[in-house]
T-cell receptor
Framework: GIQVEQSPPDLILQEGANSTLRCNFS?????LQWFHQNPWGQLINLFY???GTKQNGRLSATTVATERYSLLYISSSQTTDSGVYFC????????FGAGTTVTVRA | DSGVTQTPKHLITATGQRVTLRCSPR?????VYWYQQSLDQGLQFLIQ???????AKGNILERFSAQQFPDLHSELNLSSLELGDSALYFC?????????????FGEGSRLTVL
């Protein structure tokens, strides 16, 4: 199956800082999604982005399918951005990376 | 609210027992996926159903089984439970089958096996 690697595994930010999370995947995919898992365990859809660039408020994402990676940008981070960010990629099913744990300090 | 409903939200049971987790997909979605999230294994794909038929299988144990009913809701049955089965079980749904489409996850069912 498709291997998905995320980096960094952990990220500590001061409120207001910007950051970039990376996701590499091992093979061609037609589906790539970013999720945020909040402290209550809910998986929240952030982006469905098999290719191209999308923006939603302070978050944006870019997927370069030909080079098999995706980036998630968090700008002007807030404490509510804390949690685990997952990248998932695949064709007939989604394979998840191990996640990046983001802690935003006030 | 993703529109995917899972019940129960929490479940505590003993080793050797059997439990059933239920999932109702978003209105109009034909595919249902089950994932298991444990501390040591991360988020693992278990099984997918599309319009009542099994479509893909992942790391699902033989003690586990699932089905999707004509009204498109799905059930995941876990039997002969072991301590290591304690995990958060997610259901997700999408409209498509082969190309997955955007997945929407329910809030999960947290299973604790004592």
């Amino acid at each position: 199956g498709i291997q998905v690697e995320q980096s960094p595994p952990d990220l500590i930010l001061q409120e207001g800082a910007n950051s970039t999370l990376r996701c590499n995947f091992s093979d061609s995919v037609n589906n790539l999604q970013w999720f945020h898992q909040n402290p209550w365990g809910q998986l929240i859809n952030l982006f469905y982005i098999p290719s191209g660039t999308k923006q939603n408020g302070r978050l944006s994402a870019t997927t370069v399918a030909t080079e098999r990676y995706s980036l998630l940008y968090i700008s002007s981070s807030q404490t509510t951005d804390s949690g685990v960010y997952f990248c998932a990629a695949g064709v007939s099913k989604l394979s998840f990376g191990a996640g990046t744990t983001v802690t935003v300090r006030a | 609210d993703s529109g995917v409903t899972q019940t129960p939200k929490h479940l505590i049971t003993a080793t050797g027992q059997r439990v059933t987790l239920r999932c109702s997909p978003r209105s109009g979605d034909l595919s249902v996926y089950w994932y298991q999230q444990s501390l040591d294994q991360g988020l693992q794909f278990l099984i997918q159903y599309y319009n009542g038929e099994e479509r893909a299988k992942g790391n699902i144990l033989e003690r586990f089984s699932a089905q999707q009913f004509p009204d498109l809701h799905s059930e995941l049955n876990l039997s002969s439970l072991e301590l290591g089965d304690s995990a958060l079980y997610f259901c997700a749904s999408s409209f498509r089958a082969l190309s997955t489409g955007e997945l929407f996850f329910g809030e999960g069912s947290r299973l604790t096996v004592l």
